[in-house]
């Protein structure tokens, strides 16, 4: 039984997470995705290196792919551009969308020399406007789409970006649905199309229903803003400002406060989430606790529920209020503490997690596919690749014979598994 991307070849020019995360999750449907990198690699292999240009990061992202080098500033460099997008049903491309004229890899180029190409533009904050051309990080984007201000914890007052990078890896599966979606439509037309995404398109999605405004809602808002401006202006922290918002805009905060929530317990904490009323009033059956005022959910009334609440939940082991909670059909779980999840019996039942071997620095356990076909399987294939190690094998497969991949490694064009060094220079894309 085949993958259901068996057969489709991509090519990859990008570095960092939200693009390479696309093409893992394409990889994982059986696609052939091919990862062009400078010279010294993806700047992922030089964080956390468990080898020489092998880092963490990169292992992670980027399972399950063929790697090759090239300068993309080399003259010599265009003909194998040209040849890889021709080989190619699809390409991401990760770069300054001001720097793709630069490399040939404007989409008015690329469609002519493949007219049935789908080709990914993944830019910061997307294909319009004043910051089109700028280039971005996810915690820029965090600032920027008010979804940090929801999200941020804080520290002296400041608050801190998010981690992971949710924006950059919810972009890449965002944009691996515009990919799958055009290539449909290639497979019918025989035409292919550009895709454009974007970290800030993706992050305003995430925000959604709280990144929302309604014009019945507007005189409020707008005198939230001012108490906003003001609390700044008097030197208020973060945290105070972001409670005063909460506690207008929120209107459910008293549900958060109190059923659907972390608790500590007697040996960990526990996860509970139960929203509708009838939830609501099957918590106060369980534990016996009075019922709350919902619409003072910032009383004093309200926080002496919450304090007896906690002080009831620590009482008892994690596993002790799951099976009583569950028994009684209140939806709740563990909270892990960062790895052990990937141990989880729900997680490995699924294929949620893998264990990979890789050549260079033995056995690792990373992220699965995310979802599963019923009639075509997905998997994680197998470990990332190391620098340049498929760079003489995919220049054959292009058509290169063993004089012309000669004079490129000679020139730095290309660099092959036996000549790369992985020395960290700032990177090319």
């Not at 990889?27 to 992922?44: F, H, I, N, Q, T």
């Not at 993944?122 to 406007?129: I, T, V």
């Not at 620590?314 to 990937?342: M, V």
Request: some cysteine; proline content about 6%; glycine content about 10%.
């Amino acid at each position: 039984m085949s993958e259901v991307l068996a057969g489709v070849k991509v090519v990859e020019f990008s570095q960092n997470a939200a693009v390479p995360q696309c093409g893992r999750l394409l990889a994982g449907m059986g696609a052939d995705v091919v990862k062009v990198e400078p010279l010294a690699g993806d700047s992922m292999r030089h964080i956390a290196q468990l080898a020489p240009a092998e880092g963490r990061a990169y292992a992670t992202i980027n399972p399950g792919k063929r790697a090759i080098t090239l300068d993309l500033s080399a003259e010599a460099a265009r003909p194998v551009v040209d040849s890889l997008l021709e080989w190619a049903d699809v390409a991401l491309i990760g770069l300054k969308l001001g720097d793709l004229e630069r490399f040939g890899l404007d989409w008015a180029r690329t469609r002519t020399l493949n007219p049935r190409l789908v080709q990914l533009e993944m830019s910061a904050f997307g294909p319009k406007g004043p910051d089109a051309t700028e280039g971005g990080y996810d915690v820029l984007v965090q600032g920027l789409s008010g979804l940090g201000f929801a999200m941020n914890r804080t520290a002296d007052g400041t608050p801190l970006p998010t981690r992971p990078a949710f924006i950059d890896f919810a972009s890449g599966a965002v944009s691996a649905l515009g990919v799958v979606s055009a290539l449909r439509h290639a497979d019918a037309t025989g035409v292919g199309q550009r895709v454009d995404a974007s970290l800030l398109g993706t992050a305003l999605m995430l925000g959604t229903p709280m990144l929302a405004r309604f014009e019945r809602d507007k005189r409020t808002i707008d005198t939230i803003h001012e108490n906003l401006e003001l609390l700044q202006q008097a030197g208020a922290t973060f945290a105070e400002q972001r409670e005063m918002y909460e506690s207008s805009v929120v209107s459910a905060s008293g549900v958060y406060r109190l059923y659907f929530r972390f608790y500590p317990t007697a040996d960990g904490l526990i996860s509970i989430a139960g929203m509708s009323p009838g939830l609501i009033a099957r918590f106060h059956e369980i534990t016996g606790i009075a019922p709350a005022p919902l619409n003072k959910p910032h009383s004093e009334e309200f926080q002496a529920i919450v304090d007896e609440a906690e002080a009831l939940f620590a009482t008892r082991t994690t596993d002790e209020w799951i099976t009583q909670l569950r028994a009684a059909g209140y939806p709740c779980g563990k909270y892990h503490l960062g790895t052990n999840a990937l141990e989880d019996p729900q997680v490995r039942a699924n294929d949620y997690a893998v264990d990979l071997d890789h050549p260079a620095f033995g056995g690792y356990t990373t992220a699965g596919m995310p979802f599963d076909l019923g009639a075509t399987p997905v998997s994680v294939s197998g470990p990332s690749p190391q620098l340049a190690e498929h760079t003489v094998e995919v220049l054959t497969e292009l058509g290169y014979n063993e004089k012309q991949i000669a004079e490129l490694l000679a020139s730095a064009t290309v660099s092959d598994l036996g000549r790369a060094t992985g020395e960290a220079e700032e990177p090319t894309v």
